[in-house]
């Protein structure tokens, strides 16, 4: 049960569909209650030395995963949802990159935003941003715990900081939540190493080969606190079956390997560690510090129990619909109009996702930067 209490802060929790105001209150992270899981104590799940990965999760025996999955069924059985997303109709398209595309046609590509901007431009760096969600939509918190197994209170005061989950009421597949890192009551404003660590930590709890979270970064069209979005998908994305050209690193020596996926119509590099995922996690939330500080336009997929980390960099457009989200950078795309859907081919995708890579030079100079700092981290 989540109380709520009047109170005026600048980031209050709103109802996404503005129609709906009056059944929702102004809600402050502070005081507020909800199911709190407290992860282990060692970085999820028990780490040798170096925080390698010693996963010793018994198949079908996940704590995590099973609450996610009842509190997101619970929701859609209530009608929170405004759609069965597992109703809509999916199919590979024709060609030899295996795109996928889902006939929607009740989704918008603007029902997706968590954030919003709540002033106007007179306010300047002191901008107010709204979380555009309903107290219902809160499925749980996520923070640290003590112990040397994760535990679950059903009601619990949030912790000045941890990770909040809430549902997409809006979902392109199943389970599709939204995860906010905040901190001291208040979501992160940049992807830092404590927000990226978390969700490193939260990816591997789940040991969910099904589970993949999203990042999408542009920061021209829609400044905002940080938050992710995931879900499970029942096959591999399309960039998933592309063939690796190693970039840097050795497999073997327990360190990040850098690669870059051949013949993608999208520049993208992916980060790698089989064994040492603060160390991974430690790489990209430098990688994207340096793209941050660049106001550059990027994409994150993480995939195989936060094993990999997909960047897809995009070229700067000042328009919200020259950007792709970083699963359509996966090679999955939505149509809301059965014309579209049915029309749509491998040429249609390809020339698209070519149309936000970047250019040879560019992306040349962050691999450069990519192995710069890899090299730096794990020397």
């Known amino acids: 049960?989540?109380?709520?209490?009047?109170?005026?802060?600048?980031y209050s929790f709103l109802k996404l569909n503005?129609?709906?105001?009056?059944?929702?209150?102004?809600?402050?992270?502070?005081?507020?209650?909800?199911?709190?899981?407290?992860?282990?104590?060692?970085?999820?799940i028990e780490t040798g030395a170096n925080g390698d990965f010693l996963s010793n999760a018994e198949e079908g025996q996940n704590l995590l995963g099973t609450l996610l999955l009842a509190q997101?069924?619970?929701?859609?059985?209530?009608?929170?949802?405004?759609?069965?997303?597992?109703?809509?109709?999916?199919?590979?398209?024709?060609g030899g990159k295996k795109f996928i595309a889902q006939l929607n046609e009740q989704?918008?590509?603007t029902s997706l935003a968590l954030f919003e901007n709540a002033d106007n431009q007179l306010l300047g760096s002191s901008r107010m941003t709204n979380v555009k969600i309903c107290r219902d939509n809160i499925l749980l918190c996520i923070t640290r715990g003590e112990n040397a197994s994760p535990e679950l209170m059903h009601s619990s005061m949030l912790p000045q900081d941890g990770t909040l989950v809430f549902v997409n009421v809006n979902p392109i597949e199943y389970g599709h939540i939204y995860?906010?890192?905040?901190?001291?009551?208040?979501?992160?404003?940049?992807?830092?190493?404590?927000?990226?660590?978390?969700?490193?930590?939260?990816?591997?709890?789940l040991d969910d080969c099904?589970?993949?979270?999203?990042y999408d970064y542009a920061p021209l069209v829609n400044p905002s606190a940080v938050y992710f979005q995931a879900n499970f998908f029942a096959s591999v994305l399309p960039v998933e079956l592309g063939e690796l050209i190693p970039v840097y690193g050795d497999p073997l020596d327990g360190g990040i390997q850098i690669c870059e996926v051949a013949g993608y119509p999208i520049k993208?590099?992916?980060?790698?560690?089989?064994?040492?995922?603060?160390?991974?996690?430690?790489?990209m939330s430098e990688i994207c510090s340096v793209l941050q500080d660049r106001d550059a336009v990027f994409s994150l997929l993480i995939s195989d129990r936060a094993r990999k980390f997909f960047l897809f960099p995009q070229?700067?457009?000042?328009?919200?619909?020259?950007?792709?989200?970083a699963w359509e950078c996966g090679g999955y795309f939505i149509f809301n109009t059965v014309t579209k859907f049915d029309d749509v081919s491998e040429e249609d995708i390809f020339n698209r996702l070519a149309s936000v890579s970047l250019d040879d030079q560019d992306f040349q100079t962050l691999k450069q930067q990519s192995c710069c700092i890899a090299n730096k981290v794990f020397p």
């Open 268 to 283: 993208t590099l992916v980060f790698m560690s089989r064994d040492n995922p603060k160390l991974l996690a430690r790489v």
């Open 315 to 325: 070229v700067e457009s000042s328009s919200a619909t020259n950007h792709l989200s």
């Open 107 to 109: 989704w918008s590509s």
């Open 18 to 44: 503005s129609t709906e105001q009056l059944k929702c209150h102004v809600m402050p992270l502070r005081g507020t209650s909800a199911p709190l899981y407290q992860l282990r104590e060692s970085f999820s």
């Open 210 to 214: 099904f589970f993949r979270m999203f």
């Open 1 to 10: 049960m989540v109380t709520v209490k009047q109170f005026e802060s600048a």
């Open 179 to 205: 995860l906010v890192p905040y901190k001291f009551y208040n979501p992160s404003k940049i992807l830092d190493k404590e927000s990226l660590e978390y969700i490193n930590e939260i990816a591997i709890e």
């Open 72 to 94: 997101w069924e619970d929701r859609a059985w209530k009608g929170q949802l405004n759609y069965d997303v597992t109703n809509c109709e999916t199919k590979v398209i024709s």
